[in-house]
């Protein structure tokens, strides 16, 4: 089982960057595909990014945060990096962190199975 919490969420403007982290224990952290989502105010929770677990670390974006965000792991840390650049009001949103059982990252909120708390991201105009 693996525990994550979210951490890095603040008040930003327009255009500015920002990076979450994603901490979780766990021994066999590095076995689990890990992703980001995001819910904003009346809307329900979506994908944002996914990372796999092998060592070459696949990748999968939205099409809304490609070329502005990059996930990124470091599976000596426990850590799940989102770099978040070029921030839109539109990001504004409570982030989440996830981890997946199973070997493929995926873009589907169900198929995630531990999920932090969220930290909350506001960008400002």
């Known amino acids: 089982q693996v525990q994550v919490v979210e951490s890095g969420g603040g008040l930003v403007q327009a255009g500015g960057s920002l990076r979450l982290s994603c901490a979780a224990s766990?021994?066999?952290?590095?076995?689990?595909?890990m992703g980001w989502f995001r819910r904003a105010p009346g809307k329900e929770r979506e994908f944002v990014a996914a990372?796999?677990?092998?060592?070459?670390?696949?990748?999968y974006y939205a099409d809304s945060v490609k070329g502005r965000f990059t996930i990124s792991r470091d599976n000596a840390l426990n850590t799940v990096f989102l770099q978040m650049n070029s921030l839109k009001p539109e990001d504004t949103a409570i982030y989440y962190c996830?981890?997946?059982?199973?070997?493929?990252?995926?873009?589907?909120?169900?198929?995630?199975?531990?999920w932090g708390r969220g930290t909350q991201v506001t960008v400002s105009s």
């Open positions: 996830a981890a997946r059982e199973g070997r493929r990252a995926t873009m589907v909120v169900s198929e995630y199975d531990y």
């Open positions: 766990g021994r066999t952290f590095s076995s689990y595909p």
């Open positions: 990372i796999s677990w092998t060592g070459g670390g696949n990748t």
